[in-house]
C-alpha cells in the first residue's frame, strides 16, 4: 500500500522555476551580452530577452518571488559568459528559433547527428571530393559551421577544414568530428548545470509563500527533473528522492545530468560515440537507479493499493520505458485496485498527454484502465494535490480462520 509520486519539468514550472530550454536560453543570452560584471539583480538577469519573451512568466514569478532577495554572484556570472562564449552547441541552437521545449532540443541533437551521418555517407561514396559536399544535393541544410571542422565556401557549398582530414587516404576524421560535438554537448549540460546552481538556486531563499502540500503522505518520489525543489521548498527527505536523469550540484564536478537521445544512428554508433545517447550517460555517469519495484509473483495477490501521481511530465516517448512499466505494475495488480494519477495544467495539456500515451502504450489497455478509473485525469491545483495525497487507499484484509 503505497503512494508514489514521479514528477518532470512542469512540477518546477508550477512553482513558477524559469526552468523552461527557452527561460535558459533567454538569460544566456542575456548573460552572453553582459560587459559589466558588478552587482547583479534579478532584472539585470531577467530583463530584456527573458522579458521580451516571457513577460507572463515574469509577473508570475514577481508575484511568487521576492525578486529583492535574488542576488547573484558576479564571478560565476562572468565564468558561465566564459562558458558561454566557448561552447559551440550553444551557439548552433541560439540561432535554431523553433526550439521551444527540452524533448525539441533532444530531437535537434538527433537531426544534428542523422545529418552528420548523412553527410559521412555521402563523402564515402564519392572519394574524389571526400572533403567537400553541397547541401542541396544531400539534403543537409543544418549550419555546422560553428562546430568548426567545415567552412562555407560559397553558398550551399561545403568544405572540411585540413585538421580534419586525413589528406593520405582521403578521408575526413569522423571520429574527432564526433568527438569534438560530443565535447560540445557535455559542455553545455555542463553550463546549463550552472545555470540551474548559479541561478536558479537563488530563487528558493526568494520564496514568497509556499504552497500548502502535504508531501509527507508520499511514500516514494521519482524524479524527471534536475532540481533539489522538493527539499528547498518542503524540506522533503532526500532519501525520499530519487533522481532518475541526475541532480544538479553546485560542487560542479558531482552534477550527473542527462541529457541526449533515446538512439543514434547506427553509421555513428560503429564508431562507438555513444556519448549522446541517455542510455550511456546514465551509466557512465551513474545517474541509473532504479525505478518502481514489481511484486514477486508469489506475491502478486497480496499486493495492496497502489498510487501513481505524475505532476509536470508530457508523458512523451524519450521516456516510453519508465511509463510503460507504470502500466506493467497495473497489470499485474490481479485485485484491479492500483491507479494512475495524471495532473494537467489546462485542457489543451490534457490533450497532448493523452495523444502522448497513445503514442507509447496499447490502446486497449489505456481505454480499459479508464473505464474503471485507474486512469485518470485531474487538473493541477493546489487543492487538488492534497485531495489526492490525502486520499485513504484500500488494504487487504487478512482471512481470518474459525
Not at 560542479?252 to 560515440?273: F, T
Request: hydrophobic letters at 35%.
Amino acid at each position: 500500500m503505497s503512494k508514489i509520486l514521479i514528477t518532470g519539468n512542469g512540477f518546477d514550472l508550477f512553482h513558477h522555476l524559469p526552468t523552461k530550454y527557452g527561460h535558459f536560453m533567454a538569460v544566456m543570452k542575456t548573460i552572453e551580452k553582459l560587459k559589466q560584471f558588478d552587482e547583479l539583480t534579478f532584472h539585470d538577469i531577467f530583463g530584456e530577452s527573458f522579458k521580451l519573451l516571457f513577460d507572463f512568466e515574469i509577473h508570475e514569478i514577481l508575484d511568487d518571488f521576492d525578486v529583492k532577495k535574488i542576488k547573484f554572484d558576479k564571478s560565476k556570472i562572468q565564468e558561465i559568459n566564459q562558458l558561454i562564449n566557448q561552447n559551440p552547441l550553444y551557439y548552433h541552437f541560439k540561432n535554431v528559433v523553433e526550439i521551444e521545449t527540452w524533448i525539441d532540443f533532444e530531437n535537434e541533437i538527433e537531426q544534428l547527428l542523422l545529418d552528420v551521418s548523412s553527410i559521412f555517407n555521402v563523402l564515402k561514396s564519392n572519394p574524389n571530393n571526400y572533403n567537400y559536399y553541397r547541401k542541396d544535393k544531400i539534403n543537409v541544410y543544418n549550419d555546422l559551421s560553428c562546430f568548426g571542422f567545415i567552412k562555407e565556401i560559397r553558398q550551399l557549398e561545403v568544405e572540411f577544414k585540413s585538421e580534419f582530414l586525413n589528406s593520405h587516404n582521403r578521408t575526413i576524421k569522423e571520429k574527432l568530428i564526433l568527438k569534438n560535438l560530443a565535447d560540445s554537448l557535455e559542455n553545455f549540460i555542463y553550463l546549463f548545470n550552472r545555470y540551474l546552481t548559479d541561478i536558479l538556486y537563488s530563487f528558493y531563499n526568494a520564496r514568497i509563500k509556499v504552497k500548502s502540500i502535504p508531501f509527507e503522505l508520499i511514500d516514494q518520489i521519482f524524479t524527471f527533473n534536475y532540481t533539489p525543489t522538493l527539499e528547498k521548498l518542503y524540506k522533503v527527505d532526500s532519501s525520499k528522492i530519487i533522481y532518475l536523469h541526475g541532480k544538479s550540484n553546485d560542487n560542479y564536478s558531482l552534477q550527473n545530468l542527462v541529457l541526449g537521445v533515446s538512439e543514434i544512428p547506427s553509421e555513428i554508433k560503429k564508431h562507438k560515440m555513444y556519448d549522446f545517447a541517455k542510455y550511456y550517460q546514465k551509466i557512465n555517469k551513474n545517474s541509473n537507479p532504479k525505478f518502481i519495484k514489481f511484486p514477486e509473483e508469489r506475491h502478486i495477490s497480496k499486493l495492496d493499493e497502489t498510487i501513481f501521481y505524475i505532476i509536470g511530465h508530457s508523458l512523451d516517448e524519450s521516456d516510453k520505458e519508465y511509463i510503460s512499466d507504470l502500466f506493467k505494475f497495473l497489470n499485474v495488480d490481479v485485485k484491479k485496485k492500483s491507479k494512475i494519477c495524471i495532473f494537467y495544467f489546462n485542457a489543451y495539456d490534457m490533450q497532448n498527454k493523452i495523444k502522448n500515451l497513445f503514442s507509447i502504450i496499447d490502446k486497449e489497455t489505456i481505454i480499459n484502465l479508464s473505464k474503471d478509473s485507474r486512469l485518470y485525469f485531474t487538473e493541477l491545483t493546489e487543492k487538488n494535490i492534497s485531495s489526492e495525497f490525502e486520499k485513504l487507499l484500500f488494504k487487504r484484509q487478512p482471512i481470518s480462520i474459525r
